[in-house]
């Protein structure tokens, strides 16, 4: 038998979206001394690049509401990148106002689930975008683009990889040239994802794609490996694996930062992450929120976190 060897790349990077895309999520008020609080644990663990809130409207996310005040009280962390999500125009001017570098915009694959998430058809919601990205780039600020549901939507089922490709089109005319693919309600499976990267970088060779993976059938972490071997160096997770999506029924939150960290460097790939110290944080994380979001490595441990030996018994008789 042949002896094929798995061909990843040696380092990614990882996004931590635990303070916009697991808080979002918690109707209990989470007081922003204590966001304040875990975002400083997360860096303190060796994270770079971190999804700091939104700047959604208050109303729609009342958890988010102390997003300005979030933002200035961590921008004296030196050496992490921070981005945050903004869903329309007076969002981007909110966050721009507030001093981010780096803004995140957000599309469905599907109609159904944009008329749920945005009000209005996807055409409708990318031709809102074009103002956001040329307020940006007035003010030299980066824009990543996203796609929700792109692995599966919860009203349509698998999405056509048309559609996807109409979306990216839509993307590199508005200059936007990094885009997330969303599994948001964890419909994605290895050979789907798989194959969707291979096509579509094939069409869009400029872009940068990342990946977002919610762990609601438990593939996430499966579906990690199939990016990274398609080249993906970039991917979202959220410790203790909080979070999940408003406008996805049953959605699970995403895969948790200690397990995806846990399991690229078990394969031996650099995160730049201090995995005990991360456990630490995210252990602190689930008792001052009161519950987790399906973390393995929490639970389990790291592999390398071993036992004591049984003790042997005697044979009787």
Same mark, same amino acid.
């Given at each position: 038998?042949?002896?094929?060897?798995?061909?990843?790349?040696?380092?990614?990077?990882?996004?931590?979206?635990?303070?916009?895309?697991?808080?979002?999520?918690?109707?209990?008020?989470?007081?922003?001394?204590?966001?304040?609080?875990?975002?400083?644990?997360?860096?303190?663990?060796?994270?770079?690049? !971190?999804?700091?809130?939104?700047?959604?409207?208050?109303?729609?996310?009342?958890?988010?509401?102390?997003?300005?005040?979030?933002?200035?009280?961590?921008?004296?962390?030196?050496?992490?990148?921070?981005?945050?999500?903004?869903?329309?125009?007076?969002?981007?001017?909110?966050?721009?106002?507030?001093?981010?570098?780096?803004?995140?915009?957000?599309?469905?694959?599907?109609?159904?689930?944009?008329?749920?998430?945005?009000?209005? !058809?996807?055409?409708?919601?990318?031709?809102?975008?074009?103002?956001?990205?040329?307020?940006?780039?007035?003010?030299?600020?980066?824009?990543?683009?996203?796609?929700?549901?792109?692995?599966?939507?919860?009203?349509?089922?698998?999405?056509?990889?048309?559609?996807?490709?109409?979306?990216?089109?839509?993307?590199?005319?508005?200059?936007?040239?990094?885009?997330?693919l969303a599994d948001?309600?964890?419909m994605g499976n290895?050979?789907?994802?798989?194959?969707?990267?291979?096509?579509?970088?094939?069409?869009?060779?400029?872009?940068?794609?990342?990946?977002?993976?919610?762990?609601?059938?438990?593939?996430?972490?499966?579906?990690?490996?199939?990016?990274?071997?398609?080249?993906?160096?970039?991917?979202?997770?959220?410790?203790?694996?909080?979070?999940?999506?408003?406008?996805?029924?049953?959605?699970?939150?995403?895969?948790?930062?200690?397990?995806?960290?846990?399991? @690229?460097?078990?394969?031996?790939?650099?995160?730049?992450?201090?995995?005990?110290?991360?456990?630490?944080?995210?252990?602190?994380i689930k008792s001052? !929120?009161?519950?987790?979001?399906?973390? @393995? !490595?929490?639970?389990?441990?790291?592999?390398?976190?071993?036992?004591?030996?049984?003790?042997?018994?005697?044979?009787?008789?």
């Amino acid at each position: 038998m042949k002896n094929e060897q798995m061909i990843v790349p040696d380092k990614v990077n990882i996004w931590e979206v635990l303070p916009r895309d697991g808080f979002q999520m918690e109707d209990k008020w989470i007081p922003t001394e204590e966001k304040i609080r875990i975002i400083r644990g997360l860096a303190s663990t060796g994270i770079k690049h !971190i999804e700091v809130t939104s700047f959604v409207h208050p109303q729609a996310i009342p958890q988010l509401k102390d997003a300005e005040e979030v933002v200035k009280r961590v921008q004296d962390l030196d050496g992490v990148k921070f981005r945050a999500l903004v869903p329309n125009l007076r969002g981007a001017e909110r966050a721009i106002n507030a001093g981010m570098k780096k803004i995140k915009i957000l599309l469905s694959a599907t109609d159904s689930h944009s008329l749920s998430n945005s009000n209005c !058809i996807v055409k409708e919601a990318q031709m809102d975008h074009l103002p956001i990205v040329e307020l940006a780039g007035k003010y030299g600020v980066e824009v990543g683009g996203s796609i929700a549901v792109a692995f599966g939507c919860p009203y349509e089922g698998k999405v056509p990889l048309e559609k996807i490709v109409s979306i990216l089109e839509g993307y590199k005319d508005m200059g936007v040239n990094e885009v997330s693919l969303a599994d948001t309600a964890g419909m994605g499976n290895p050979k789907q994802v798989s194959e969707m990267l291979s096509i579509i970088r094939g069409l869009f060779p400029s872009f940068k794609f990342t990946l977002h993976l919610h762990n609601t059938r438990g593939m996430a972490f499966a579906n990690a490996v199939a990016a990274l071997q398609q080249g993906i160096t970039d991917f979202d997770s959220s410790t203790t694996g909080l979070g999940g999506c408003p406008y996805a029924p049953n959605a699970a939150g995403n895969i948790p930062t200690e397990d995806i960290v846990h399991g @690229f460097h078990e394969m031996g790939i650099r995160t730049a992450i201090n995995l005990d110290s991360l456990l630490e944080i995210a252990s602190n994380i689930k008792s001052t !929120i009161g519950h987790d979001g399906g973390s @393995f !490595i929490l639970k389990a441990g790291p592999n390398n976190r071993l036992h004591s030996k049984p003790k042997g018994q005697k044979k009787l008789g």
